[in-house]
């Protein structure tokens, strides 16, 4: 899914992926079509959205493992930006031409759960998949908007190339809003992961020391290396706001971790890990470069 051309892999056309496993494999699927993110106030992904001629998708597939017990869930969330020029804030050529792969979050939690259908685990798993294209137009969003996500928390819009984040904000809400109680959302985030672990290891970001560690000893038991970075509350200060609860950037230092931080804003306090896989998607055969923001503000 990663490696097809933007113009094969549109969000409704990963709606096509997902109802293919569903059909082989026997999960349940939804898709949210933009009409009804309207109505539960997916302000932050329809924001995204809006610039693109692409309808949006919001494909949510689940797998009940252990219908006797309900709590016993986890949410797989992927990033599902199917083409990112950067919106507004565009990209410059070189930092364009990957960006069909912007989406690999996305496909890689739909992979996940037909192996999962597959291998049958006694859990209930929810994938969510927030799809869309980023794209500059007459109806983009701009630099200085203010969006108010599903949960209610407003963004102010520093870089419209920030957008991962943005979707990902409205899917954690939704995922919560479900009774969804660990989450480990999978984004191809930021360029800056890149530059920190480069193509051999991906960040791990979490808000729970023994749940995050658990997602880490898991990933590096199959070769998926991945390597815990800080969250410390103090970074939290550089995506303040004047106008809005919270910016959509936090500025080049520490880029990758503020953008985990954001995400980490719609958790609803739930056990919750962020997986940046920018560096580790160039190691899975092209390279990986310029994912959001790379050297500009947004990080």
Not at 276 to 290: E, V
Request: with cysteine; charged share 20%.
């Amino acid at each position: 899914m990663a490696n097809e051309p933007a113009n094969n892999m549109t969000p409704s056309d990963m709606v096509e992926q997902a109802l293919k496993v569903a059909h082989t494999h026997g999960v349940e699927l939804e898709v949210l079509e933009r009409a009804r993110m309207e109505e539960l106030g997916m302000g932050a992904l329809l924001g995204v959205a809006q610039g693109s001629e692409e309808p949006p998708k919001f494909i949510i597939m689940r797998y009940n493992g252990d219908v006797d017990d309900e709590e016993n869930n986890i949410g797989l969330l992927g990033k599902g930006i199917t083409f990112d020029s950067g919106g507004l804030d565009i990209k410059n050529a070189a930092g364009m031409s990957t960006m069909k792969g912007d989406m690999a979050g996305g496909a890689s939690v739909i992979a996940a759960m037909q192996a999962i259908a597959r291998l049958k685990p006694k859990i209930n798993v929810t994938v969510i998949v927030p799809a869309t294209e980023n794209m500059p137009s007459g109806t983009a969003q701009r630099p200085g908007d203010v969006v108010r996500a599903m949960n209610g928390k407003t963004i102010e819009i520093d870089n419209t190339d920030a957008e991962g984040r943005l979707v990902l904000a409205d899917a954690m809400s939704y995922a919560r809003s479900v009774g969804l109680n660990r989450l480990v959302d999978v984004a191809t985030l930021t360029g800056a992961m890149s530059v920190a672990l480069g193509d051999q290891c991906m960040g791990a970001f979490g808000n729970d020391d023994e749940f995050t560690q658990q997602v880490v000893s898991a990933a590096n038991s199959v070769g998926d290396r991945a390597w815990p970075l800080p969250m410390f509350d103090e970074y939290k200060s550089q995506y303040s706001s004047d106008i809005a609860d919270i910016k959509n950037t936090g500025g080049r230092g520490a880029g990758s971790i503020t953008g985990a931080l954001i995400i980490g804003e719609f958790n609803d306090g739930a056990p919750w890990v962020h997986l940046d896989i920018a560096g580790m998607r160039g190691a899975r055969g092209q390279q990986w470069r310029h994912c959001e923001g790379r050297d500009r503000r947004a990080g």
